[in-house]
């Protein structure tokens, strides 16, 4: 693609359940969901296990070049997570570890993207700066243990990454021309957090910054947003309790045109 920067920082005091992987002409994040306290996952791996292993199945098509369709790669991904521990885990428990995905890829000349759950790819198309978010996690009923376990993976539900082979197919893609797309990101929740949680900027500003300032020098800005203002009260918008911090990934991509 050309120019790719990233960055990935847990929230303090944690294990960073993000992770991405870049390679010249693609770049994909991921932001592993941590099960309530208490919950049985049937799974005897931790979010970081998940998340490490379909980064590794999803890095190998990848960087061979394959042209298959994102969501046939991501199908792939998830099957051979599966493998590695279908012998010693139970994948039919809804609360199995689990992620969310946001990729993008050059691919002669076209851009293709997938977004699955709250992650996001941010796109600059001729100057008009779009951002492909799933927001379908944000339209349940209610978010008790059982509503959530009981909507994901399911159709009017939500979903993601985890023991689903249907779920790739219901990401949210497309593919938008090579010539027009300027620059691009992958982001992760605690990086949407720019926009969405603390207005540091809109899409747009998310961009120019990610180019002067880095990813590292964005999270470190949402860090210290952060911390003035949850940082006596950690309270959204709606006076709900949240994290102070979240952990926080982008990769950032200058598309070359030559
Ligand atoms: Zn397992």
Redesign the pocket.
Known sequence: MADVRYGSLAAPGSVNEDYLVAGPTWAFVLDGATAPAGVD?????DVR??VEHLAAHLAVPLTLGTSAPLTDVLADAIAATRG??EA??D?DNPD??SSTVAILRRRGNAVDHLVLADSAVVLDIGGDVRCVTDDRLDHLPSYTPDVVAAHRNRPGGFWVASTSLDAPYEAITGSSPASDVRRAAVVTDGVMRYVELLGLGDWADLLDDLGFEGPYGVIARIRAAEEARFGTDPRGPTGKRIKKHDDATAAYVLMEHT
């Open positions: 996952s049937g799974c005897r791996h296990w998940l590695d521990h010693t885990c994948l199995s570890p």
